[in-house]
């Protein structure tokens, strides 16, 4: 940036916290070239040639939020941060003057930034809430990177990132949890701590990252503001009070994160441009779509084709890593019909995905060579019957709610290689076998879900409710349930998946430990997951 000294050698802040760096995180060489893309314009000029920004009165402690990155690819990330003095101005704009900003950004082979790969600046504005997302190219393949910003003489936390293997080629590993639900009011953010010292290729969040209420618990966590969120100002405000949480900001500093978002996002059991708590208008609950959508992309990393245009943001997409993992990331929420009684249920014309989306996702799935097939979606895939006997209820913000959809679904997934969908939503552990007839307990298991609990949401959790049993006994595809709070962390190989459900005891107040409360594995070339002792 003219007239502002240089990075120093290393950095005047403390990085994040992240893990120490381990075998398989071992450094690459070399220099490398890149463009970049922030706020969905490309870059290419160095700072040095960049056009500065109009100048004004020193901007102190900007970074107060952070920084992530996301969406790997084998040639680069995408890398986030946003400017916030001031965090909690009731105007969500952060305490940053009402201009543009020049930020500079810096990306490293060492952790020292001794080794430089690529730098450069862009400028951010109020109208994106002073947002930065830089889009790396040309980076190694499956490579570890640190990466920090800079405005003026403030220095970002270090974050650490990595990029994809070469789609195709041989991989013999892919490590990765996935997670959901994270109410700030309801728990202390202890597992996101325990979270950031594993050592991944990637956190898949399905969604539920920030709640919309006017909730204030009973920790010391309340909600800002104190009320239910629904101007663009509230949504950015909301996003930011979460992402001030340190060991949140951890776990996203020391990994790459794929992000969709569920409903809390926006409004609970939303569905397209239905209101499903108040009887308002479509364009009026689609105004209030529009603020929530551009907030959730100004506070994710995310790349330019994310960028919402009005209330439409195009979430699904598809990641992947190597030959081994296809992972197809989809939308359970803008082109959904409406929820109806379990009397409407099997009415052939509903749908969740919406006619393009189920297209792309057929389309991706049959051309797909890779050895696993990852659906990372946000609700119960599987039929799940909580009435005990001949009586039936079922969930209707589920995929039961749209079941011929969800039997087509499931029966395309039973024609590729080592199908596994990955849930979130319901604040619990489970692990069902996906059945070619859920009705009937002897047919075929053509895939496997896997459902993880809430980081926070729903409190301390327990190991089961009393309501249970009635699920397990009236559903034997499902074969295991646990509500403590925590996330799933999975080894994946060309041979077997494995899966530790790892699980805090209490979020009510900080410091728990973490355990793994099961393991299970599922084979290659056979679906259903066996439990390990």
Not at 8 to 21: C, K, M, N
Not at 43 to 62: C, E, M, T, W
Not at 429 to 444: C, H, I, L, M, Q
Request: glycine share 8%; hydrophobic share 35%.
């Amino acid at each position: 940036m003219p007239g502002t000294p240089p990075f120093p050698t290393s950095p005047d802040r403390s990085p994040a916290p992240v893990p120490a760096a381990t075998r398989r995180q071992a450094l690459v060489g070399g220099a490398v070239t890149l463009g970049a893309a922030a706020l969905g314009t490309t870059l290419g000029a160095p700072a040095a040639h960049a056009a500065p920004a109009p100048r004004g009165p020193v901007i102190s402690d900007p970074f107060t939020l952070g920084v992530a990155s996301g969406d790997p690819l084998h040639n680069g990330v995408v890398l986030w941060t946003r400017l916030a003095p001031d965090p909690l101005a009731e105007d969500g704009l952060g305490g940053m003057p009402d201009r543009a900003v020049e930020v500079e950004w810096q990306v490293s082979h060492d952790e020292h930034f001794r080794r430089i790969a690529a730098s450069g600046s862009v400028e951010t504005g109020p109208e994106q809430a002073h947002s930065v997302h830089v889009e790396l190219e040309r980076l190694r393949p499956r490579a570890d990177y640190f990466y920090r910003f800079r405005v003026g003489n403030e220095i970002s936390p270090v974050g650490r990132t990595r990029t994809a293997p070469v789609p195709g080629t041989r991989l013999n590993r892919f490590d990765f949890a996935f997670a959901s639900c994270q109410s700030y009011t309801h728990g202390h953010y202890t597992a996101q701590a325990h979270l950031a010292r594993e050592d991944l290729d990637l956190v898949v969040f399905l969604g539920d990252y920030i709640y919309e209420t006017a909730d204030q618990g009973s920790i010391g966590r309340g909600h800002v503001p104190e009320a239910e969120v629904r101007s663009l100002a509230e949504y950015r405000l909301r996003h930011a009070q979460y992402k001030t949480d340190h060991d949140l900001q951890a776990a996203h500093a020391a990994f790459p994160w794929a992000v969709v978002f569920d409903d809390h996002e926006l409004e609970n059991n939303w569905a397209d441009d239905t209101s499903y708590e108040e009887d308002i208008p479509p364009e009026e609950f689609l105004l209030r779509r529009e603020h929530a959508l551009k907030a959730y992309y100004e506070h994710m990393p995310l790349r330019a084709a994310q960028r919402p245009a009005g209330p439409d943001l195009h979430l699904y997409r598809r990641l992947t890593y190597g030959n081994l993992a296809d992972v197809h990331l989809l939308d359970t929420r803008q082109y959904r019909d409406a929820q109806v009684e379990d009397s409407e249920r099997d009415d052939p014309e509903r749908t969740l995905l919406g006619a393009d989306q189920r297209r792309w996702l057929s389309q991706g799935l049959s051309a797909s060579r890779a050895r696993w097939n990852i659906l990372a979606q946000q609700v119960f895939f599987s039929q799940r019957d909580f009435a005990e006997g001949d009586p039936t209820n079922f969930s209707d913000d589920a995929w039961d709610n749209y079941r011929v959809e969800r039997d087509s679904v499931r029966d395309e997934l039973a024609e590729v290689s080592n199908p596994v969908v990955i849930t979130g939503d319901v604040h619990a552990n489970y692990v069902v076998d996906v059945k070619a007839d859920f009705d009937d307990p002897g047919s075929r298991t053509v895939a496997t879900e896997l459902v993880g609990t809430s980081f926070t949401s729903g409190r301390d959790g327990a190991e089961q409710n009393p309501g249970d049993a009635v699920q397990l006994a009236e559903n034997p595809h499902i074969k295991f349930i646990n509500r403590n709070r925590g996330y799933v962390r999975n080894r994946v190989t060309p041979t077997e998946w494995t899966a530790d459900y790892r699980v805090v005891d209490y979020v009510s107040r900080p410091g728990s430990p973490v355990r793994d409360r099961a393991r299970f594995v599922i084979e290659a070339g056979r679906a259903g997951a066996q439990p390990l002792a």
